[in-house]
Nanobody, 124 residues
């Protein structure tokens, strides 16, 4: 079992920045981690993923160029730096982990573990 704990959400004006962090209780069996978000009345969507034991990062079209995902393997932590935030980025953001397979941003069903979520609110 992997426990994920997010931090760093909050409120910001459009154009501002926030940094989310996700701390994992264990990482030995985890292949990839990422971030999903869900706005009220909308489906959960993947925004960024990263291979924890090497490889690169990948992003949804809606955040590419504005968000950056990074990892700290020694601390079992993943970060999401969010710049140039827009009101449409407002959502609950969830840390996610996939064990033994790829975490696919288009398929929330590939996620094995979820964090409790942290709210991001961007005002215009």
């Amino acid at each position: 079992q992997v426990h994920l704990v997010e931090s760093g959400g909050g409120s910001v004006q459009a154009g501002g920045s926030l940094r989310l962090s996700c701390s994992a209780s264990a990482m030995y069996s985890t292949v990839s981690m990422g971030w999903f978000r869900q706005a009220p009345g909308k489906e959960r969507e993947g925004v960024a993923g990263i291979y924890f034991r090497g490889g690169g990062a990948y992003y949804s079209d809606s955040v590419r160029g504005r968000f950056t995902i990074s990892r700290d393997s020694a601390e079992n932590t993943v970060h999401l730096q969010m710049n140039s935030l827009k009101p449409e980025d407002t959502a609950m953001y969830y840390c996610a982990a996939a064990s033994g397979g790829d975490l696919r941003l288009s398929q929330p069903s590939t996620v094995h573990y979820w964090g409790q979520g942290t709210q991001v609110t961007v005002s215009s």
